[in-house]
């Protein structure tokens, strides 16, 4: 099923250590939180809040989405790395 949602090399290693998948996944989150994406987000955001920059609403609806996103992602990431229960 996974190959055909997703493609030849989507099947998964299963000689892979799990740790080196918590690594990767920490990484990741590591990754996510020093890319400032979340910050520079919830930065323009407020400035289209306070009317700082011109904008259409459909702009702040995709900031809004993208927002939620990028928490949604942190958290999983989060509950994948055992460090929040779901």
Known sequence: IR???FGDGASIDVSKPVRDDHAALAK??????????????????LALE????????????????ALQDVATI????????????V
């Open 3 to 5: 190959e055909c949602l």
């Open 74 to 85: 942190r958290a999983e990431l989060l509950v994948a790395l055992r460090l929040r229960k």
């Open 28 to 45: 990741v989150l590591g990754l996510l939180g020093k890319s400032g994406v979340f910050n520079a987000l919830s930065r323009l955001l």
């Open 50 to 65: 306070e009317g700082r920059v011109n904008y259409e609403l459909e702009l702040e609806r995709d900031l809004r989405k």
